[in-house]
């Protein structure tokens, strides 16, 4: 049994190992390698308000307040947005000690050079060249490895959490630990502990074209949900603008390669292919509009004129294109793509979960002993759509948050109450799968029907038929599947199923446009509805 049981291993939870390792043993468990995290595929950087003499001339806190609010149209809550932003400081102090090499100004190297994003009114982007997700990734494992009392385990799946409500008991709903698959050993094993935070990235993958790595399949969001934690706000999926369009790729891969958002601060322009701005004829602020208006432009631009496509032009940006991007501009060059001669082709995709489970700004869910910190939560500080750059920012803040306030509640030694013991895990009675193979097209048709009904504009009608087919899918995998030596693809598309569900069920009761929930049906924000979204099963 762990002090501590996390589960990803990303930003929020690597941060909350490595400190949580001083109070206690730790175990960190992730479905894949640990570098298969959403922080690993960031490319932006993380946003920051650093101290006077070391901020951009002109920029505060309360400008950064003001730009979160604004891209949260509405629904961000001040407290959490403030205190989140607040700490700033000491992640970026707490990332450098850690091992992670952000870019410094040439002329003045006791300074970062910072960078601009949509929805930022100031250059304040911490970055590690465009590749500063895999930065902080790979110096937060190399440090937790190093890192006594932390046991990092790869290939062990979640597959459910226990409760006391789940075992029978009325009254006292507490965490106890949860059932892991050892993919490796094909064995379900048990991982007691009464400390168990979720901190499992988003769920990107729900739909056929995203940004994010084949593991975000929202496994702890389905595992809270399941357990009984409240649900917020799974109507809000950022769609990012600007993802490589590859018109000779067979499958959606190449389609999916994002481009960053600092390449439009640093001045490309979205244009149609006609050269024209479009974008401004939605929002005077034009490629650095938010992201949820940049991505409705593209959308509106891309049904008006029926093109496959946009354009994002780099060519005003120079040789400094390659120079400040040299991933994004390489990788291109890989798809046969030459930025230096011609605008890049792009389309929206699914980039970010900015609803999740419910916590309060200590991590804590409904659940007792049970947090959750990071993509997975909805913590307040991103509303209808989260502000370029708050995610790596918000993992970290968060991950000391929790912990702090595990420390003051449930520090290990203290005595708790007797929990009944954990029983074997149960697999369930459903038949051996006639075909496997069946799997994969459940997953496909998932895709596609969250891609066509539940992306970037709605309607009431496409809402419930996604519903209708997704109440089909949670029979079978019910029914032909679960029970039968559950593998890696089995629950990740119980995951979701039950994800993609949510997330219809929020946008069915939300009947107003607000961020980035746009539906025909409701154009308009309404003052009424200018709360939370809330879920929970029972």
């Known amino acids: ?51 006077e003499g070391l901020r951009a001339e002109g920029d505060s806190l309360e400008k950064h307040v003001a730009d979160t609010l604004d891209a949260g149209a509405g629904l961000c809550h001040e407290d959490a947005v403030r205190a989140i932003l607040a700490d700033a400081d000491e992640t970026i102090k707490e990332l450098v000690e850690w091992g992670t090499d952000f870019d410094r100004d040439e002329d003045h190297p006791e300074r970062f050079e910072l960078g601009k994003e949509g929805g930022h009114t100031a250059r304040r982007i911490l970055h ?21 009392n932390l046991t990092l385990l790869e290939d062990h799946f979640a597959i459910d959490l226990v409760t006391t409500a789940k075992l029978g008991s ?45 593991s975000a399949t929202g496994d702890g969001l389905a ?22 369009y590859n018109p000779a790729a067979t499958g ?34 034009g490629s650095l509009a938010p992201r949820d208006i940049v991505a ?72 007792r002993g049970l947090y959750a910190i990071g993509e997975v939560a909805c913590t307040g500080l991103h509303g209808a759509n989260r502000l370029a750059s708050n995610s790596l920012l918000e993992g970290n803040v968060m991950a000391r948050r929790a912990l702090a306030e595990i420390m003051r509640l449930y520090p290990p ?61 949670k029979r079978e995998v019910r029914e032909f599947y679960w029970g039968y030596r559950v593998n890696s693809d089995i629950l990740e598309l119980r995951n979701l199923v039950a994800t993609a569900s949510l997330i219809i069920d929020c946008a069915l009761r939300r009947k107003e ?8 049906d409701y154009p308009n924000s309404l003052e009424r509805f200018e709360h939370d979204t809330l879920l929970r099963r029972f």
């Open 413 to 473: 030694g203290k005595e708790t109450p007797p929990a009944p013991p954990i029983p074997e895990w149960d697999p369930g009675d459903a038949p051996r799968p006639d075909e496997l193979v069946n799997i994969y097209h459940n997953w496909d048709e998932l895709r596609r029907t969250m891609q066509d009904y539940v992306s970037i504009v709605r309607t009431d009608n496409r809402l419930r038929r996604a519903a209708t087919r997704l109440r089909n899918l």
């Open 252 to 285: 959606p891969e190449a389609r999916s390669f994002l481009v960053s958002e600092a390449v439009r601060g640093e001045g490309a322009l979205l244009i149609n292919a006609k050269g024209e701005q479009f974008v401004k004829e939605h929002d005077p602020r």
């Open 513 to 520: 446009s607000r961020g980035i929930h746009y539906t025909l």
């Open 296 to 367: 409705r432009a593209i959308d509106h631009e891309l049904k008006k004129t029926g093109a496959p496509c946009v354009y994002l032009d780099v060519l005003p940006l120079g040789s400094q294109f390659k120079e400040r991007f040299p991933f994004i501009y390489q990788t291109l060059r890989d798809f046969g793509h030459n930025p230096d001669r011609d605008p890049i082709p792009v389309v929206p995709a699914a980039h970010y979960q900015c609803g999740g489970v419910l916590t309060d700004l200590e991590g804590k869910t409904t659940i």
């Open 1 to 51: 049994m762990s002090d501590f049981l996390i589960i990803g291993a990303g930003i929020a939870g690597l941060s909350f190992a490595i400190k949580a390792a001083q109070h206690g043993t730790v175990t960190v468990i992730t479905k894949g390698k640990l570098i298969d995290s959403n922080t690993a595929w960031a490319q932006g950087g993380i946003s920051a308000l650093l101290p």
């Open 170 to 214: 009325a009254t006292d709903d507490r965490v106890l630990g949860a059932y892991v698959l050892d993919v490796k050993n094909d064995e379900v094993r048990i991982f007691p502990s009464d400390r168990v935070i979720l901190a499992t990235g988003g769920c990107g993958k729900t739909y056929l074209y995203t940004t994010n790595p084949d």
């Open 128 to 148: 590690a060249k465009d590749t500063t997700g895999r930065e902080i990734a790979t110096s937060l494992i190399e440090t937790a490895r190093k890192t006594p």
């Open 223 to 244: 595992m809270a949900w399941r357990a009984g934690a409240s649900i917020a706000n799974m109507e809000f999926v950022q769609f990012h603008p600007t993802c490589f």
